[in-house]
């Protein structure tokens, strides 16, 4: 097996990439401004901190977007192929439902769907 063509791919690569980076720190403006190192974006000046505390409920969403948004992918691509599969597949993906709604079930009685301040439940029960 020739790996020839790799390495003059590689070299070409690593001589491009050194080549533009030292270019740039030629060719490029050196100036140390008060506002050069400030952030701006959009036209919009930053205030505050970048820092911002978020809420334990924010990850929550996050998290329930994230298992129900590849909780639709897997249907989608189970709905595209589901001519070749299937009764088996449909009963693989009816279980796979099942247990996705099985475990929306348990965070609802837990109380993890509970956004409201008055509706924590108590640590005791």
Known sequence: MDLWPLAVYLVIVVVLVVAMLGLSF???????????????????LSQGS????????????????VIFDLEAVFIFAWAVAVRELGWTG????????????????????????????????????
Not at 50 to 65: D, E, G, K, N, Q
């Open 26 to 44: 030629v060719l490029g403006q050196r100036h140390n401004n008060r506002a050069t190192g400030s952030p701006y974006e959009s036209g919009i």
């Open 50 to 65: 970048a820092r911002v505390r978020l809420s334990a409920r924010f990850y929550l969403v996050a998290m329930f977007f």
């Open 90 to 125: 449909y009963a693989e993906a009816a279980l796979f439902i099942a247990v996705l709604l099985a475990t929306l079930v348990y965070l609802g009685r837990v109380g993890a769907l509970d956004w409201g301040p008055g509706s924590r439940r108590a640590a005791s029960s």
